[in-house]
């Protein structure tokens, strides 16, 4: 404020009852002295305020650092004398409110930041950061903190979310209990069994409705527990069960997948030849086309064959070729291919080739030509069946591979919408050529219709459908569904979820890979609740 002058012991304990006699700085540490500031004390037994002191003593203090510095308090603390006969307290000591607790090593300011960093970090990782800020604290230290600390209060859940967590994979299992409404985690339980569930339910009445998977424990654990509250089972199982059945079902139709021969496709289906060029397929095919394509792109701009020959510094022939020609096959060479001494009998070579089927000597055909008249040599005969006669080998493209089971039911579970157009295209095939597929299809479908649209009511007639098409998987789902129908009809119906407590269950492993998995329950539960 205007014209108010505060000092540093004003700004730096602002509101404690001490008054700091001096401040030593050091090379690493502010050590500071000072003394309460009230008169007398009042006893932590009884209550009665005391002004006869017994005794003095120094305490020490560690405090939030300043500047990044280690701040050490000495503190003169007196202990008084209890003023109530009766009080079996005789002497007490000192305590100075929010400032100070009995037997801690640290003020209650640095305590709760210290409580802060423990949750947040865990031992190790808080210890460092601790470190870094300037104030002395172990890991244990902080793990003693974090166990010591109350748990949260919270109001019973009217909708109770309940799912299991692996504490060790594949051998030991917890069960997180966490508010439908607000997605906050209310409790903790060292098993999945229905026992401690059914305790639970029993110790905090008023539950309503109970977010489960579809394990028996849950269901008889609620039941017992919370024999009015609604179950609802959650959608999510219910998908990925579905998922798993329909994994099931296509495994069992593996050969359907697998496209069967066929013989070579008819003339008509065959793609139409090339147009006949000399230019092969190498760079001059490249060049030429890319000619072609730039040549065409100016005429449709409006431009001239001179203007283009202008343009580009061209010959006007060159571009009228390029103009002229609808494909680029269709482009005539610039300058004509000289002609070879063999072209009057390309005709004789052919047919002693195709009567050989390619395996006539080229000696003998050099002879055999010698005797038609040709004057030529030997090299100049293989030159040229190396470029005009003989074509390179074409290794025939081996046939895609069939789609995986897997491939087929992400096919069959996804949105229509998330597939691309191949994948259609495949599944179309697929369920043509499967009409057990095409069931499966149709029944995904219909329930993926009753879990969007809450139409639960539906559920026993699909049922009844699935079990009258006897398919592989799908037909123990549906005949699972009818030993927890109530739940999955709720499920399928009411708008509540386990979507809140799968959440929670992640930010538990996070929690688990700050503890480095070696966390005992009762260490974990507490982090969990207070994280």
């Given at each position: 404020?205007?014209?108010?002058?505060?000092?540093?012991?004003?700004?730096?304990?602002?509101?404690?009852a001490?008054?700091?006699?001096?401040?030593v700085?050091?090379?690493?540490?502010t050590?500071?002295?000072?003394?309460?500031?009230?008169?007398?004390?009042?006893?932590?037994?009884?209550?009665?305020?005391s002004?006869?002191?017994?005794?003095?003593?120094?305490?020490?203090?560690?405090?939030?650092?300043?500047?990044?510095?280690?701040?050490?308090?000495?503190?003169?603390?007196?202990?008084?004398?209890?003023?109530?006969a009766?009080?079996?307290?005789?002497?007490?000591?000192?305590?100075?409110?929010?400032?100070?607790?009995?037997?801690?090593?640290?003020?209650?300011?640095?305590?709760?930041?210290?409580?802060?960093?423990?949750?947040?970090?865990?031992?190790?990782?808080?210890?460092?950061?601790?470190?870094?800020?300037?104030?002395?604290?172990?890991?244990?230290?902080?793990?003693?903190?974090?166990?010591?600390?109350?748990?949260?209060?919270?109001?019973?859940?009217?909708?109770?979310?309940?799912?299991?967590?692996?504490?060790?994979?594949?051998?030991t299992?917890?069960?997180?209990?966490?508010?439908?409404?607000?997605?906050?985690?209310?409790?903790?339980?060292?098993?999945?069994?229905?026992?401690?569930?059914?305790?639970?339910?029993?110790a905090?009445?008023?539950?309503?409705?109970?977010?489960r998977?579809?394990?028996?424990?849950?269901?008889?654990?609620?039941?017992?527990?919370a024999?009015?509250?609604?179950?609802?089972?959650?959608?999510?199982?219910?998908?990925?069960?579905?998922?798993?059945?329909?994994?099931?079902?296509?495994?069992?139709?593996?050969?359907?997948?697998?496209?069967?021969?066929?013989?070579?496709?008819?003339?008509?289906?065959?793609?139409?030849?090339?147009?006949?060029?000399?230019h092969?397929?190498?760079?001059?095919?490249a060049?030429?086309?890319?000619?072609?394509?730039?040549?065409?792109?100016?005429?449709?701009?409006?431009?001239?064959?001179?203007a283009?020959?202008r343009?580009?510094?061209?010959?006007?022939?060159?571009?009228?070729?390029?103009?002229?020609?609808?494909?680029?096959?269709?482009?005539?060479?610039?300058?004509?291919?000289?002609?070879?001494s063999?072209?009057?009998?390309?005709?004789?070579l052919?047919?002693?080739?195709?009567?050989?089927?390619?395996?006539?000597s080229?000696?003998?055909?050099?002879?055999?030509?010698?005797?038609?008249?040709?004057?030529?040599?030997?090299?100049?005969?293989?030159?040229?069946?190396?470029?005009?006669?003989?074509q390179?080998?074409?290794?025939?493209q081996?046939?895609?591979?069939?789609?995986?089971?897997?491939?087929?039911?992400?096919?069959?579970?996804?949105?229509?919408?998330?597939?691309?157009?191949?994948?259609?295209?495949?599944?179309?095939?697929?369920?043509?050529?499967?009409?057990?597929?095409?069931i499966?299809?149709?029944?995904?479908?219909d329930?993926?219709?009753?879990?969007?649209?809450?139409?639960?009511?539906?559920?026993?007639?699909?049922?009844?459908?699935?079990?009258?098409?006897?398919?592989?998987?799908?037909?123990?789902?549906?005949?699972?569904?009818?030993?927890?129908?109530?739940?999955?009809?709720?499920?399928?119906?009411?708008?509540?979820?386990?979507?809140?407590?799968?959440?929670?269950?992640?930010?538990?492993?996070k929690?688990?890979?700050?503890l480095?998995?070696?966390?005992?329950?009762?260490l974990?539960?507490?982090?969990?609740?207070?994280?």
């Open positions: 404020m205007d014209g108010c002058e505060l000092s540093w012991q004003d700004v730096l304990f602002a509101g404690v001490v008054v700091v006699e001096s401040a700085r050091g090379a690493t540490t050590v500071m002295r000072a003394r309460g500031r009230s008169r007398d004390g009042r006893c932590p037994k009884c209550g009665t305020p002004s006869r002191v017994h005794d003095r003593y120094q305490r020490r203090l560690q405090d939030v650092p300043l500047a990044s510095r280690q701040v050490e308090i000495t503190l003169e603390v007196r202990r008084f004398v209890c003023a109530n009766q009080c079996p307290q005789r002497t007490f000591a000192e305590q100075i409110p929010g400032f100070t607790s009995a037997y801690a090593r640290c003020t209650n300011r640095l305590g709760a930041l210290l409580n802060v960093i423990g949750l947040a970090l865990a031992g190790r990782a808080g210890a460092r950061m601790a470190a870094a800020l300037g104030i002395t604290a172990g890991r244990m230290g902080l793990l003693s903190r974090v166990r010591a600390m109350p748990d949260p209060l919270y109001d019973i859940p009217r909708v109770l979310g309940v799912d299991d967590f692996a504490i060790k994979r594949g051998h299992y917890a069960t997180v209990l966490t508010d439908g409404e607000t997605h906050r985690v209310v409790d903790v339980l060292p098993t999945r069994d229905a026992g401690p569930l059914t305790t639970w339910l029993l905090h009445p008023g539950v309503e409705v109970v977010c998977d579809r394990a028996g424990a849950y269901a008889e654990g609620a039941a017992v527990g024999p009015e509250a609604i179950q609802v089972a959650d959608r999510f199982h219910l998908w990925m069960n579905l998922g798993q059945a329909v994994e099931k079902c296509v495994a069992a139709h593996r050969s359907c997948l697998s496209p069967p021969p066929s013989a070579a496709p008819p003339p008509s289906a065959q793609p139409p030849p090339r147009p006949a060029t000399a092969g397929n190498g760079r001059l095919a060049r030429l086309q890319a000619h072609h394509a730039l040549v065409h792109g100016l005429l449709e701009q409006g431009l001239g064959i001179r283009i020959a343009h580009l510094g061209w010959g006007r022939h060159t571009v009228q070729r390029y103009a002229r020609a609808e494909h680029w096959h269709q482009v005539s060479p610039g300058r004509h291919r000289r002609g070879s063999l072209d009057v009998h390309h005709t004789y052919s047919r002693r080739i195709a009567e050989t089927r390619g395996r006539v080229l000696t003998a055909l050099h002879r055999e030509l010698a005797e038609r008249g040709w004057q030529g040599s030997y090299s100049t005969l293989r030159d040229w069946a190396r470029h005009r006669l003989h390179p080998r074409r290794t025939p081996p046939p895609p591979a069939p789609p995986t089971a897997r491939q087929v039911t992400g096919w069959l579970t996804r949105r229509p919408s998330s597939l691309s157009e191949d994948e259609h295209r495949q599944l179309k095939t697929v369920l043509d050529t499967c009409p057990e597929l095409a499966a299809h149709q029944l995904v479908r329930f993926g219709d009753m879990l969007t649209q809450q139409t639960g009511v539906l559920l026993p007639s699909w049922i009844d459908k699935t079990l009258a098409a006897d398919l592989p998987g799908l037909t123990g789902f549906a005949r699972g569904l009818t030993n927890d129908l109530d739940a999955v009809t709720a499920g399928l119906t009411l708008r509540w979820s386990s979507g809140g407590t799968e959440g929670a269950v992640n930010r538990i492993k929690i688990k890979r700050q480095y998995g070696r966390a005992e329950f009762e974990l539960r507490k982090m969990i609740l207070l994280a």
